[in-house]
């Protein structure tokens, strides 16, 4: 199958998502994948330009080494408030190209404008797929009325719905979104690379980690919101903890700021990097503030991998998190990020650290990305299929 994906964000240079997942997994197994993305990050890491031109990347791959995703980057105006003007002109161009050329059997859509285009055109079948509320994330607020909107007219078109979790089924359903046509199709993990074998003993020796140190682990983009400061700051004393972060973002100056004797900011580190570095730790967190909207709907991809790995992760009481995992599965909640802490301490103190773990990995060993990705190819199928019998009808 030809499968072309939009989206609104970076594939190159943000952590692998359910949408790279799922693309190289298709990949490996013969599809044709091509993605249409955007520079989000220009503004920090990209070059000094007033616009840039259509680029395109070949045989991309992030997780699999035998993967082969083609990227394409249409060329958007680099001035704060055209850059979105000029991406839905350039993205609209590419969308129509890529339908004369590559003549996609199937669209997936994980934007909002992008997929508010593709539904425009009505050119093949589409599935939006949503894993996050991607109006809440608009940084511009009175925008966010605009996107909820084209997000409720762009579900209502769609060949099918599908979401990363049970909680997010609610909210487009809330939306819009056909019953019928909304299903759950979750994250997975790759047991092999995730496992409770990988050892992290030389990331420990390389940072400095004592044996009898307890290390609290963090990755992923540092929003704001991420309650990693209100972790440190109560940390802060208990010398024999260490709070272990991988990742950047907008949090990491302000990190950057608090004492450093227990906190590592090691940064971005390449994925194939990472199961080291969940195996040198003892606890996993996901201290995000509770009240943001953004964090009420969503279960990250990380949260699977940190308990395939036996540890067990401490976290606020999101909604979208406690209907995933519940209670008694190796998941611990806290009801702030200033909490965190506390519950952590008290894993350790009662001696449940390594017990909580383990029901960790048995609550996620059955969600390899196999599974997932049969699933999804079904999907697809299924989709196109439909569509193909109403063009016979019609």
Same mark, same amino acid.
């Given at each position: ?173 809330? /939306? %819009?979104?056909?019953?019928?046509? *909304?299903?759950? @199709? ?7 690379? !995730? &496992?409770?074998? +990988? ?109 395939? /790995? %036996?540890?067990?992760?401490?976290? *606020?009481?999101? @909604? ?7 209670? !008694? &599965?190796?998941? +611990? ?62």
């Amino acid at each position: 199958m030809k499968i072309l994906i939009t989206q609104e964000t970076d594939w190159l240079k943000r952590n692998p998502h359910q949408q790279h997942h799922l693309a190289e997994m298709m990949a490996l197994r013969g599809h044709e994948i091509r993605v249409i993305d955007y520079e989000i990050l220009w503004k920090k890491q990209g070059r000094k330009e007033l616009y840039s031109n259509r680029e395109v990347f070949p045989n991309v791959s992030k997780i699999h080494d035998k993967a082969s995703v083609t990227v394409i980057r249409p060329g958007i105006i680099k001035i704060l408030g055209l850059d979105y003007l000029s991406l839905l002109f350039s993205h609209r161009k590419e969308i129509k190209r890529q339908f004369n050329e590559f003549k996609p059997d199937v669209v997936i859509c994980f934007g909002i404008l992008n997929s508010y285009l593709v539904s425009r055109m009505s050119k093949v079948p589409f599935i939006y797929y949503w894993i996050d509320v991607l109006h809440e994330l608009i940084p511009f607020s009175p925008l966010r009325f605009i996107g909820k909107f084209l997000e409720r007219r762009t579900l209502k078109k769609a060949s099918r719905v599908l979401v990363i979790n049970e909680k997010l089924r609610e909210y487009v359903l809330s /939306m %819009g979104s056909s019953p019928q046509n *909304t299903a759950v @199709l979750g994250a997975g993990i790759d047991l092999k690379r !995730y &496992n409770m074998k +990988v050892d992290g003993s030389k990331i420990r020796e390389q940072y400095g980690i004592e044996k009898e140190d307890i290390v609290l682990f963090f990755m992923g983009w540092l929003y704001k919101f991420s309650g990693l400061q209100e972790v440190a700051q109560k940390m802060h004393g208990y010398k024999r903890y260490k709070l272990l972060i991988v990742g950047d973002g907008d949090a990491y100056e302000d990190l950057q700021s608090l004492p450093q004797e227990q906190i590592i900011l090691a940064g971005r580190k390449p994925y194939e990097d990472i199961p080291s570095y969940i195996a040198a730790s003892d606890i996993c967190l996901l201290p995000a503030n509770p009240r943001e909207k953004i964090m009420q709907n969503i279960v990250p991809i990380k949260m699977y991998e940190y308990m395939a /790995m %036996g540890k067990p992760v401490a976290t *606020t009481k999101l @909604l979208a998190v406690m209907m995933e995992f519940g209670k !008694y &599965n190796g998941v +611990v909640y806290a009801d702030s990020s200033e909490n965190i802490f506390s519950i952590c301490n008290s894993m350790v103190f009662n001696g449940s650290r390594e017990e909580q773990g383990l029901i960790a990995r048995r609550f996620v060993r059955n969600r390899s990305w196999r599974k997932i990705t049969d699933a999804f190819e079904t999907v697809i199928e299924n989709v196109i299929k439909e569509s193909n019998n109403e063009r016979t009808l019609g």
